[in-house]
């Protein structure tokens, strides 16, 4: 993909994008389940953020990790429930999910359908942190949260 | 609305988001026809763009018009057709659109839905620029941009 966009118009069919590769949602494994991820825009020098379509298969979550970059979400397909910070959100498609720094987070799919959604976040981004033991234990300090969080 | 986004999830029911308010597109009139806008986001220090949602109803359209600043659109309902400099393209839901500095543009709906789609573009941008009359006689010379455009 070229470093920023160009005049495009990239045709949809069925939640893919011409031949916008379906990438793997991270390269190491283990923190998430039945989720992939394609690029849909890099941006552009006064629009500098990527879109991406992230979509969660049925029974699959994304990694619980927080980060100091900001997320832009519209959910486009399917039920979800989101964790942010300390509340659940359910979720359906076109609700718009602003998740600020530092937050915990987690996608999980509800329902029989895939469940996905575009993320827009800067083209220059920190690494995500994932929960040490002490911030696991003090999460699981609701039950509520506990009975929900996937890692 | 905040200068930037905080953590939230706007729920959306029928193309309508909580409170977000329904906008007048422009506030001058007459180069525009049956449509209107709502903010979905802020943006963030690290994500300085707005995600704006744009409907048009039937036979309606969008200002013909170009600027430096570029545009990151995904349709979200309906179908329509898009003129991008010099190419009009048949659109529908989640076909994403890059439009780029100085391209004219404009924006059509097809059929009997509306047409409703979210377009990025940075906090800070230039004012759009209409053609002169040299730069509509220019257009006009392509039969099929001179019977497609409204302005």
């Known amino acids: 993909m070229a470093k920023y966009m160009e005049n495009s118009v990239l045709k949809s069919k069925d939640f893919n994008w011409g031949n916008v590769p379906l990438l793997k949602y991270k390269e190491e494994d283990g923190t998430f389940r039945s989720i992939h991820r394609q690029v849909l825009s890099c941006g552009a020098p006064d629009l500098p953020c990527e879109m991406r379509y992230f979509e969660i298969a049925p029974n699959g979550h994304s990694t619980l990790e927080s980060h100091e ?25 076109f609700d718009v999910l602003s998740i600020t720094s530092h ?10 359908e895939p469940f996905g959604f575009i993320c827009i976040v800067n083209n220059e981004r920190d690494r995500p942190h994932r929960p040490t033991p002490e911030e696991l234990e003090e999460l699981r300090k609701d039950p509520v949260i506990s009975s929900f969080i996937r890692c």
């Open 103 to 112: 937050e915990w987070h987690q996608f999980q799919t509800s329902g029989d």
């Open 69 to 93: 970059h900001t997320h832009l979400v519209m959910i486009i397909r399917g039920r979800g429930n989101v964790l942010i910070g300390k509340k659940i959100h359910e979720v359906k498609a």
